[in-house]
């Protein structure tokens, strides 16, 4: 069994989380509850963060806050003193909410609106990632309108293809994200964006894809940015004061997954990227990286009560909890693969084989096939680990099932920091149905 951060088994035999025992909180807080080992996600922060500083580079490390955004989670990332990548006007609201340092704030998306944009501009935001041409027009014509010169970069889309699921591949060339290099429209881009009167372009960005358990496709990813920053230099004199690597470090969901630490995945770039530099007679720029799921995704544990029991004789054993799709889409997504105990009895003897079934009605709704486990009824827990990042994130209400609440847990003490949807808070946008003889009165 496979414990990450500060989860251990107490002296009950339940799993325990930053010294806090997760079925008092089951007890205190209800289930499905996510809960988060605070220690965990400040590591993992640090991890990062130090391994530039001990390089000697300058650099920004921004969280990937589409991998789990929430008020305190943003308070947390600024202790931590990163910063942050939003992709859309709700995750900045959030940040500005959180008091979000603005200056750490980059923004991204490949369809930012012009409300976007104008929330960005308004708030000086520390930079907005452009992805397209229309972006580049209405950017300019937001700042100009309100007199600001706002710090941009160009995504790009080096056209390398990481070593990862097809639905979470966005640096290839065939992609709905940034300007394409080979065709010559990043190029077009960065002579735009220079002319520009009220953008100032500090370089280039890519991100190359998810869930990457080798640095193989960043360096090559780095190698095209800096020959197009050479280009670029040779032809127009531009000269990049920053690159944005994207995120993607893998984590480990289960014994298949072979992350590496923070600090080689970093080392092992850094080393490629001065020598790109070197060789290309460049300056070396600032380095921005946007982690999501390596932040997060391990620090995230969820404590689902069991229910019913379907035993199809020679055939599978289901058992059913009181959450799934609903909580953790990312097995009916991507047939994401975790591993769980039972979070009352976690060292018992895992005598039968069940698979995990959610509660909605879809028969895709299943969380885990074939899991290992002491025989359960419904007095037990189930705790699922690794579902910190695309799970509460990616929550919906499908059958009408209420999202579930967050705790923080550190020390020895949890925190509620997203109380649990209620029936009011699902009607809560709903209006009545007008009858139409009352609306032709
Ligand atoms: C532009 C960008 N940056 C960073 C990330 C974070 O990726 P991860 O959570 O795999 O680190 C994503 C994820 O989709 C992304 O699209």
Redesign the pocket.
């Known amino acids: 069994m496979y414990f990450h951060g500060t989860s251990k088994v107490n002296t009950k035999g339940h799993l325990e989380i930053g010294g806090v025992d997760t079925i008092e909180l089951a007890n205190d807080y209800g289930t499905p509850l996510y809960v988060y080992d605070v220690a965990l996600i400040r590591q993992r922060a640090r991890d990062f963060q130090t391994t530039f500083k001990n390089l000697g580079v300058k650099a920004q490390v921004a969280y990937?806050s589409?991998?789990f955004s929430s008020v305190a989670m943003f308070q947390l990332i600024k202790e931590e003193g990163l910063s942050l990548?939003v992709v859309s006007g709700g995750e900045l609201y959030t940040a500005l909410v959180a008091d979000f340092p603005v200056d750490r704030i980059h923004f991204?998306g490949n369809n930012k609106s012009v409300e976007e944009l104008e929330m960005a501009v308004e708030k000086q935001i520390g930079c907005v990632v452009v992805d397209n041409f229309l972006e580049l027009t209405l950017l300019q014509d937001i700042c100009e309108k309100h007199g600001y010169t706002m710090p941009i970069l160009l995504r790009v889309t080096p056209g390398i293809n990481a070593h990862t699921h097809d639905y979470?591949l966005?640096g290839q060339e065939d992609s709905k994200f940034g300007f394409d290099l080979q065709s010559g429209q990043a190029h077009e881009a960065m002579k735009i964006a220079s002319n520009a009167t009220h953008l100032d372009l500090l370089g280039i960005h890519c991100?190359i894809g998810?869930?990457i358990f080798e640095t193989t496709g960043f360096k090559l990813a780095a190698g095209k940015l800096f020959d197009t920053l050479k280009l670029w230099n040779d032809k127009e004199g531009f000269e990049a004061r920053v690159v944005n690597l994207?995120?993607?470090?893998g984590i480990r969901y289960t014994e298949e997954d072979n992350p590496l630490p923070a600090s080689v995945y970093v080392e092992e770039i850094i080393t490629d990227v001065q020598s790109f530099v070197k060789d290309h007679g460049l300056k070396m720029p600032e380095i921005w990286i946007?982690?999501?799921?390596?932040l997060v995704g391990d620090a995230g544990t969820t404590i689902y009560s069991v229910g019913s029991k379907k035993e199809i004789p020679n055939i599978r054993h289901y058992l059913a909890i009181d959450g799934g799709m609903t909580d953790n889409i990312r097995p009916a997504l991507y047939q994401a693969k975790y591993e769980a105990v039972l979070a009352n009895r976690v060292e018992d003897e895992a005598d039968d084989k069940v698979s995990i079934a959610g509660k909605c009605c879809e028969s895709g709704d299943m969380l885990i096939w074939d899991l290992p486990l002491p025989k359960a009824n419904h007095e037990d827990y189930l705790a699922v680990f690794c579902t910190g990042?695309y799970g509460y994130a990616m929550a919906n209400n499908y059958n009408r099932i209420t999202k579930p609440a967050v705790v923080f847990v550190e020390d020895g003490e949890a925190q509620l920091v997203i109380r649990r949807e209620t029936f009011e808070d699902l009607v809560r946008l709903d209006l009545p149905f007008q009858a139409k003889t009352k609306l032709t009165k």
């Open positions: 990937a589409k991998a990548d991204h979470i966005t991100h998810s869930q994207g995120g993607g470090f946007e982690p999501g799921r390596s990042a």
